[in-house]
Nanobody
Framework: QLVESGGGFGQAGGSLNLSCAVT???????MAWHRQAPGKQRELVARIDYGGRADYVEAVKGRFTISRDNAKKSMDLQMNSLKPEDTAVYFC???????????????WGQGTQVVVSP
């Protein structure tokens, strides 16, 4: 199960932090944040592998920072210098292994709303 927290309202130029907690799994490979703005398709925002290597979509580079705690099975997204175009529902994603020797499967959170005012 993936549970996001930390969404809400922010102002342009401000900051918000999103968190994702994963339970009920043995281990996690790739984790990521995706977002879906009204009327648009869901898009990848940032992803991070087990070793901590991160990638970002061009629109958030230099503003957002993704991080994870493997021991706690959690992930954060620190969002700075917010822009109105960051307004979207943000989804946590994890490639999880539910047990030793089990195949990986994709897991998604329910989404958390972020609204950035001008």
């Amino acid at each position: 199960q993936l549970v996001e927290s930390g969404g809400g309202f922010g102002q342009a130029g401000g900051s918000l932090n999103l968190s994702c907690a994963v339970t009920g799994v043995f281990t996690i490979n790739t984790m990521a944040w995706h977002r879906q703005a009204p009327g648009k398709q869901r898009e990848l925002v940032a992803r991070i592998d087990y070793g901590g290597r991160a990638d970002y979509v061009e629109a958030v580079k230099g503003r957002f920072t993704i991080s994870r705690d493997n021991a706690k099975k959690s992930m954060d997204l620190q969002m700075n210098s917010l822009k109105p175009e960051d307004t979207a529902v943000y989804f946590c994603y994890a490639q999880v292994f539910v047990a030793v020797g089990s195949p990986s499967r994709d897991a998604w959170g329910q989404g958390t709303q972020v609204v950035v005012s001008p």
